[in-house]
């Protein structure tokens, strides 16, 4: 079996990984608390906002700034670029699944557990499409248990990232749940690596794929698009509510001088 490195690069891509998975968790709680303030294509929209910072963020960028730091010391490591992409795609479709199934009708434990599940076996299936993505000198292979224990952490995770998503209110206990659902998403991973095994085939054949240093600046300027863009669109609808609701005071606060005008009136001509 092959030496392998999951922090090569030390702690510098598991802090980044956690990182992006904190931000992407933080913002899918707050635009999925947002649908719960809206009906119909409206609260499809938001979830779906929610699904791309959940899968996209927290769980696929937080994959692939982890596996930055993934070396095999004896062998060039290679990605092919279409399974990455389609692990991008898969992640975010799964989520948006679980996230409609738990909060698009009336919040139940029935449905945030198979919301949940859904979820889970999602997360799963795109880290290990993702890792199906890697090309290396040889083949690699995963120990079960740690992959059925992958699964397990991948699915709880997933009930309990729903839980929040569904019912928690309040900046302290949003905040706190995407903290935790960090974790969760960063267990999932390092458990699922650390299933991996590498036996190392002794041939000169080139490796095809795109190497993770040249993915480092397209998964950097993913990152800060997609984050920003949200970020964005929670803090403008934000505004657009406080705008509303000026709008509204303004509003009942001239009918109401209207009407005093008013009686004013007719008090002066009882007069």
């Known amino acids: 079996m092959a030496n392998i490195h999951h922090f090569a690069y030390g702690w510098v891509n598991p802090v980044l990984a956690y990182v992006l998975s904190f931000l992407g968790s933080l913002l899918g709680l707050v635009l999925t608390a947002r649908s719960r303030d809206t009906n119909g294509t409206g609260r499809l929209r938001w979830l779906f906002l929610a699904a791309l910072a959940i899968g996209g963020t927290a769980i696929w960028l937080m994959h692939f700034m982890a596996m930055l730091g993934f070396d095999v010391p004896d062998t060039v490591l290679r990605f092919d670029i279409v399974l990455t992409i389609a692990s991008f795609g898969v992640s975010v479709a799964i989520v948006a699944l679980g996230l409609i199934v738990a909060a698009l009708g009336k919040p139940s434990l029935f449905r945030i557990v198979a919301g949940g599940l859904l979820t889970g076996v999602g997360v ?117 509510q406080e705008g509303e609701r000026e709008d509204e005071l303004l509003t009942k606060a001239r009918d109401l001088h209207g009407m005093a005008a008013m009686l004013q009136l007719g008090g002066a001509r009882h007069r």
């Open 124 to 240: 799963a299936a795109m880290h290990y499409m993702g890792m199906s993505a890697v090309r290396l000198g040889g083949t690699i292979t995963y120990d079960p248990w740690l992959v059925t224990l992958s699964v397990c952490i991948a699915v709880v995770a997933s009930v309990v990232a729903l839980w929040f998503a569904v019912v928690i209110r309040g900046a302290g206990a949003t905040v706190g749940a995407a903290a935790l659902m960090g974790v969760a998403v960063c267990s999932m991973h390092y458990t699922g690596m650390a299933a991996v095994r590498v036996r190392l085939h002794h041939t000169s054949e080139a490796i095809e794929g795109v190497s993770p240093f040249v993915m480092l600046a397209p998964i950097s300027i993913i990152s800060c698009v997609v984050i920003s863009a949200l970020a964005y669109t929670t803090i403008g609808f934000s505004m657009r």
